[in-house]
């Protein structure tokens, strides 16, 4: 959809350039999970970019919405400001300080993976420079360029071992490019993405491992994507090409004897160009990685992601401590919380130094599966994969329990962790099976269980996946899951289970806010039937019986309630008296979800 362009970096053009850029990396996420191949090929920067920037853009639009309320009705506030008229800040909406501060700290919260983590860090540098005048509206061309110099620096200092043809040699060309450049933010951002992009080119003559997949870097491709968002923000069109340099997700190696891994770059991005370029021999160690960068590497096994409440002197210590323990070290953020990212072989370890440091919190650890590969081709011949098997996303570990009694592969989702694509890839993995059937289980996780589904078809894997938007619904597929019959048969089947199973929860709201029911305070008891809010309350079972009353209305044959851990104990005995007493020949099956995010799932089919 076309937007006013912004002639300023105001608030609103804050809003308008993370809404561009998760449109922007969505479309391009699979071709940049495609190109992962450093630091570890797990095929998932684009899904993890993508993730990171959709958390930036909600704590954004949090900021604008609690604006919105404090004004008045929706429409008054500062969404329909224009670019020629009142800046948001005086129309009454959010100061750009405020804009940029919640997209950093959304982004640090919601960082995923190597890239996700650098990223979270540029937009912190950034945010740095451009929250120094609290009190401005806006800033010009020649605050973006600070911004973009103080953002390529500060991600290269959360590094412990900066490498070059990375991202990191991407944001330092677009901060060199912006400073280089005259005139107002759109020339500036229009300089930025330039000079990005030629460095993007540039990268496999700079890191081997990149020349021998002919790829370029798929962090620093994420990158050019998000500066071509901002771009677009400040003139209103999608960037092209204006330089004789030509990016591609895959780069050709020279043919043997033909010409060097530079041919095609315009002057002065040659390979091995600038002070920070170390050419290496092919299958050598670029600076900083752990160990040959070939298909014979000893990778560390696990990646440990997590946050941190802890104090500078303590996080210094810290660094030393996973630096020593692993490779892939990024620890950003600052103000006493922290983001923490590291490959390691010994997971606990590293989450035990964090627990030194301070409080380590949404703890993420993804098996990267190269040890168990190398462990079974040593020792016997890979068993015969199965025919066929089904991997379902799950919230909490009663329902694990229950998926993996009926034959199912469980990834645990917790709250507020859901699980990255590398994870679902992995579970793929081991469910060894020549055909799976995937179940996300939550709508928020389609680009994820996506990224994953393509990988593990570029790996042989048949897979089919049906867009589960909640554990119930899941359910309702796994029990008319037969193996025997053809594959078509069986996903049409639980796909139309699926289907026909009206999905509600009942959840506590975390802050006052608008919704389809009418505005609720913090601490309001919400019942949410297919995504939407429906009754606002007080009293769970009381709530949780009215979005009973509502689904059943509509007819219905069986109940599913799944009860979480905080859930009062009562409100499922409440409900089977309730069906039986008001709904004939309806069944009810109750299921303990455990720590499960949300107090109660409701089935109707």
Do not use: K
Not at 306 to 314: G, K, N, R, S, T
Not at 484 to 501: C, I, K, L, N, W
């Amino acid at each position: 959809m076309a937007h006013v362009p912004q002639r300023f970096f105001d608030a609103l053009a804050v809003r308008t350039w993370c809404g561009l850029s998760l449109s922007a990396l969505g479309r391009a996420r699979e071709e940049i999970d495609a190109i992962n191949v450093y630091p570890v090929a797990d095929g998932d920067t684009g899904t993890n970019l993508y993730l990171t920037v959709e958390s930036a853009a909600a704590a954004v639009e949090a900021v604008f919405a609690g604006h919105e309320l404090d004004a008045g009705p929706p429409g008054a506030g500062p969404s329909a400001a224009r670019a020629d008229g009142p800046s948001p800040v005086e129309a009454g909406g959010p100061s750009l300080a405020e804009a940029v501060g919640a997209m950093a700290h959304g982004a640090l919260i919601g960082a995923r993976g190597n890239s996700g983590t650098i990223l979270a860090q540029l937009l912190r540098g950034m945010a740095q420079v451009l929250t120094e005048r609290s009190d401005s509206a806006h800033t010009d061309g020649a605050g973006l360029r600070l911004a973009l110099r103080n953002a390529a620096e500060s991600a290269r200092q959360a590094v412990a071992h900066p490498v070059e043809g990375t991202v990191l040699t991407v944001a330092s060309a677009a901060a060199d490019a912006g400073e280089a450049a005259e005139g107002d933010c759109a020339e500036v951002a229009r300089a930025a993405y330039e000079g990005a992009r030629a460095a993007l080119a540039a990268t496999p003559g700079q890191l081997s491992v990149l020349e021998r997949a002919g790829v370029v870097d798929a962090g620093g491709h994420g990158l050019v994507t998000v500066l071509g968002a901002l771009v677009e923000t400040f003139t209103g069109r999608t960037p092209g090409p204006s330089a004789p340099v030509t990016v591609h997700a895959r780069v050709e190696p020279p043919p043997e004897g033909g010409p060097d891994a530079g041919a095609g770059l315009t002057p002065g991005d040659a390979p091995g160009d600038g002070p920070h370029a170390h050419p290496e021999p092919a299958g050598a160690a670029p600076a900083g990685q752990c160990g040959p960068a070939n298909g014979d590497h000893d990778d560390p096994a696990f990646e440990v992601i997590y946050l941190l409440e802890a104090d500078d002197a303590a996080v210094a210590r810290l660094r030393q401590r996973l630096d020593a323990l692993g490779d892939s070290l990024v620890v950003v953020g600052g103000d006493g919380l922290w983001n923490v990212h590291v490959h390691v072989d010994d997971a606990g370890a590293a989450v035990e130094a964090g627990v030194e440091a301070g409080r380590p919190y949404r703890i993420r650890i993804t098996h990267f599966g190269h040890a168990d590969a190398r462990a079974a081709g040593a020792e016997r011949a890979p068993r015969e994969p199965r025919r066929r098997a089904v991997v379902a996303v799950v919230p909490g570990e009663g329902l694990a329990g229950l998926y993996a009694e009926a034959g199912a592969t469980a990834v645990l989702a917790r709250p507020g962790e859901p699980p990255a694509s590398g994870e679902l890839v992995q579970a793929v993995r081991r469910a060894h099976a020549r055909e799976v059937v995937l179940l996300p289980n939550d709508a928020e996780l389609r680009h994820t269980a996506a990224a994953a589904a393509e990988q593990a078809r570029t790996e042989g894997v048949r897979v089919a996946l049906i867009p589960t938007r909640s554990a119930v619904q899941g359910i309702a597929a796994l029990a008319v899951h037969e193996p025997g019959r053809r594959f078509d048969e069986d996903v049409v089947a639980m796909t139309s289970a699926a289907g026909a199973t009206r999905y509600a929860e009942v959840v506590v709201a975390e802050h006052q806010s608008w919704t389809t029911a009418g505005i609720c305070q913090a601490g309001d008891v919400l019942g949410l039937i297919d995504g939407d809010v429906a009754v606002i309350g007080a009293d769970v079972t009381e709530v949780a019986a009215t979005v009973l009353d509502r689904m059943l209305s509509a007819g219905g044959e069986l109940v599913t309630l799944v009860l979480g851990d905080e859930a009062p104990g009562t409100v499922t005995e409440h409900l089977e008296a309730r069906v039986r007493e008001a709904y004939l020949a309806v069944d009810t099956v109750v299921h303990r979800g455990g720590r499960q995010g949300a107090l109660l799932l409701v089935g109707v089919e």
